[in-house]
């Protein structure tokens, strides 16, 4: 006679694993970096090599010394050191990078409990620490050659901060690759080569991403220079780093809702905060905040977007 067991969940089980997901992200980011190093040359493989090395490596010092298991094996290091090193501008003095390594790993992922346990993007926090301490060397923008000069951003030309209107690249320009601004915004094409790679392994969804851009597009097309519905809604989506930000960042799954409406509120969030800080803003640039400042209001999202328990009794009764 066959028993009835019953186990507690979960009863539905998955092939993936942390080290497989954190692989697939490895995978997809290596097409932005060989553009990276195309556009800017051989010392954004340099960063990149540092930033990961230091990761990993105070991943290992961290968790030997609060007496936890070494898990650098599951790739998550190597993906906060590779996402850092994409936020970081190719003229950055060496040991910046290993600062902001230490910061993202000991600081925000290790001290909260390691993985899954962050509230927040490790990488992304430490590059926000990294602009308020050394912004000097956060905003060193180069064109790349052997005769390297200082240049604006495209948003920042846009913005009126910087440079004038006829240095603003062409839109085919920063879509193919141009070497402007960070490492990891130098080619949304590969940019979205990884994100559809991405989005064809199931590692990301397109709810936070899709809404993210889709918002920021909307917003600074409807609120233009010259007045409503003046804007370049179609630049902004591939100047600076939004790509980059809504598929390999905002989709984080440690600090992103857990539930489909909560994922579409977020995506909208940053979007409303990305446009706000573009427009209004001292700042060119509002992807990082916008998704740190989501992270922080996820747990308050889950909070009102969780579905009811099944059976679950009603308040009172």
């Known amino acids: 006679m066959n028993s009835l067991i019953v186990s507690s969940s ?19 980011l290596i097409p932005a970096a060989v553009a990276a190093v195309y556009f800017f040359g051989g010392r954004v493989a340099i960063i990149i090599a540092v930033s990961v090395l230091a990761a990993v490596g105070t991943e290992a010092v961290v968790q030997k010394l609060m007496k936890k298991p ?5 790739w998550s290091a190597v993906v906060t050191g590779i996402l850092l090193a994409f936020n970081l501008p190719q003229a950055v003095p060496l040991w910046l990078p290993i600062v902001g390594s230490v910061i993202a790993i000991a600081l925000v992922k290790q001290a ?6 962050n509230f927040m993007n490790p990488a992304l926090a430490a590059r926000a620490i990294l602009l308020a301490a050394w912004p000097v060397h956060m905003t060193a923008w180069f064109k790349a050659g052997a005769d390297a000069v200082s240049t604006a951003t495209p948003l ?6 910087e440079g004038s209107l006829d ?18 915004e ?10 559809v790679y991405l989005l064809y392994r199931r ?25 409503l519905f003046t804007g370049n809604g179609i630049y902004h989506i591939f100047s600076g780093g939004l790509i980059l ?40 640039e509002g992807v990082s905040y916008s998704i740190l400042l989501m992270n922080i209001a996820t747990p308050l999202i889950d909070r009102y977007t969780m579905p009811r328990i099944y059976g679950e009794v009603k308040p009172g009764v």
């Open 245 to 284: 930000g809504a598929f390999f960042m905002a989709t984080d799954y440690s600090s992103s809702p857990v539930t489909p409406i909560g994922q579409i509120i977020m995506g909208i969030g940053c979007g409303i905060l990305t446009s706000i800080i573009r427009i209004y803003g001292g700042y060119p």
């Open 70 to 74: 070494v898990t650098i094996r599951d």
């Open 203 to 227: 590692v990301i969804n397109w709810r936070i991403p899709f809404a993210f851009i889709g918002t920021v597009a909307f917003l600074t097309w409807l609120i233009g220079p010259q007045g």
């Open 167 to 184: 240095q603003l690249p062409s839109l085919w320009e920063i879509f193919i690759g141009s070497p402007w601004g960070c490492i990891g």
């Open 10 to 28: 979960p009863h539905i089980y998955s092939k993936e694993s942390i080290s497989r997901i954190m692989l697939d992200v490895v995978l997809a």
């Open 156 to 161: 920042a030309i846009l913005k009126g901060i």
């Open 186 to 195: 130098t080619s949304n094409l590969a940019l979205l080569v990884g994100a």
């Open 112 to 117: 909260f409990g390691g993985l899954g346990h």
